[in-house]
């Protein structure tokens, strides 16, 4: 039942039983986090408050974010601190490597803030990023989940050439509710990112949010379209309201609808899905390169 914040007016829903996780702990997540701190990184786990960083973490695995961990965007679901950010760090991308190599990642996962204000959108340091983590570490694969480069078509290829094998971008949510949930971005724009990384010749993979307020023909219209746009992996999973101040979810979906959406996406057409409450983009990601 929903509980009402008298002090903010809104309303909060109780998280229902299989939306609850362990707290990180552990010596393996012990390990990670002096090598995120010692490195200066920063992880789309900790800036995303991804409830799977104690399970991720402690099996020795993070999802970097780089260019900073502030982001010219204000998406309305984004845990992400939104802003101006600082100049980046050219030495960004030695640093991600050594702690790939450090840990011993057999697959690592790279994700980025926007960076709106940059000519090439950060693009060279993406394409860095990704090659000196596999000089380092040869035998490591590696999925980029890169951000809407706003039609810069060149950008987009450069940060996709430096050869890793799974490049995501999530649409986030149905067309109906993105003026609402990514009010700077363009639904048609994201399908025709896919579709050129598809064309370029990478495998492919997107991710959507449930409990914002879609229904069923606004979920079967996203998958049609990821279909039609050359999308192999979609991963599906419930939205969670980092703080008072982010978009309030709709509904907490059952276990059972997802497992529906996912034999609904495979029908489609989609040729892995990976979904259930819990799932996040990086979410068993090493299973999603040879697919």
Not at 170 to 199: D, F, G, H, W
Request: proline share 4%.
């Amino acid at each position: 039942m929903p509980v009402v914040d008298k002090e903010n007016k809104s309303v909060k829903r109780k998280k229902p039983d299989w939306l609850r996780v362990k707290l990180p702990v552990g010596k393996e997540y012990a390990r990670v986090r002096q090598i995120v701190d010692k490195n200066k990184l920063h992880t789309i786990c900790e800036s995303g408050n991804c409830p799977n960083m104690g399970e991720c973490w402690g099996a020795g695995t993070a999802t970097f974010m780089i260019l900073g961990n502030v982001c010219t965007r204000s998406c309305t679901f984004c845990a992400v601190a939104t802003g101006r950010p600082p100049e980046y760090d050219e030495d960004e991308p030695r640093r991600v490597a050594e702690a790939i190599r450090t840990m011993g990642v057999k697959h690592a996962v790279i994700t980025s803030v926007n960076r709106d204000e940059l000519k090439d959108r950060g693009a060279e340091i993406w394409y860095n990023t990704v090659v000196l983590t596999k000089e380092l570490s040869p035998s490591t694969t590696i999925e980029t989940l890169i951000p809407d480069v706003k039609g810069s078509w060149e950008a987009l290829y450069r940060m996709i050439s430096a050869g890793q094998e799974v490049v995501s971008h999530n649409m986030e949510t149905v067309e109906r509710l993105y003026r609402r949930v990514r009010p700077q971005a363009k639904y048609q724009r994201s399908l025709e990112q896919i579709e050129k990384t598809k064309e370029y010749g990478k495998r492919t993979k997107s991710g959507i949010m449930l409990g914002l307020g879609e229904t069923d023909d606004d979920v079967f219209k996203v998958m049609d379209d990821l279909v039609g746009h050359g999308c192999d992996i979609l991963t599906i999973g419930q939205y969670l309201q980092p703080t008072r101040m982010h978009i309030e979810v709709a509904e907490f979906i059952h276990p059972d609808k997802f497992a529906f959406y996912k034999e609904e996406g495979l029908r489609r057409g989609i040729r892995y899905v990976e979904s259930s409450p819990l799932v996040r983009s990086s979410y068993h990601a090493e299973k999603h390169v040879h697919v």
